[in-house]
């Protein structure tokens, strides 16, 4: 198993940035297709960005590409999501997730594949 605890939200004008991390606990991080989700209030969650398990292969959804970047430090066990020029519509819960079913340079978009979950941090861009 592996535990994921989010941090780095906050509240950031338009324009902004604002970099989260998602802390994985135990050793067996690299074994693990990341990603990251958001859920706004009202909607259902949706998928952010993902990063294959060596960190080779990353994907993003075409609302944030080109703003969002995320990252993995396998000697922290940690991934990043930089989210730059933040947008009212980023405003959202951001919860990172763990998949250890994709392998090599695959990495998946949907939530029901990914086997752990954060708690989710607040991020919200105030106009």
């Known amino acids: 198993q592996v535990q994921l605890t989010e941090s780095g939200g906050g509240l950031v004008q338009v324009g902004g940035s604002l970099r989260l991390s998602c802390a994985a606990s135990?050793?067996?991080?690299?074994?693990?297709?990341m990603g990251w989700f958001r859920q706004a209030p009202g909607k259902e969650r949706e998928f952010v960005a993902a990063?294959?398990?060596?960190?080779?292969?990353?994907y993003y959804a075409d609302s944030v590409k080109g703003r969002f970047t995320i990252s993995r430090d396998g000697a922290k066990n940690t991934v990043y999501l930089q989210m730059n020029s933040l947008k009212p519509e980023d405003t959202a819960v951001y919860y990172c997730?763990?998949?250890?079913?994709?392998?090599?340079?695959?990495?998946?978009?949907?939530?029901?594949?990914?086997?752990?979950w954060g708690q989710g941090t607040q991020v919200t861009v105030s106009s």
């Open positions: 135990g050793r067996t991080f690299s074994r693990y297709a």
């Open positions: 990063i294959s398990r060596s960190g080779g292969s990353t």
């Open positions: 997730a763990a998949d250890s079913r994709r392998s090599g340079v695959t990495v998946t978009l949907t939530p029901t594949a990914y086997d752990y």
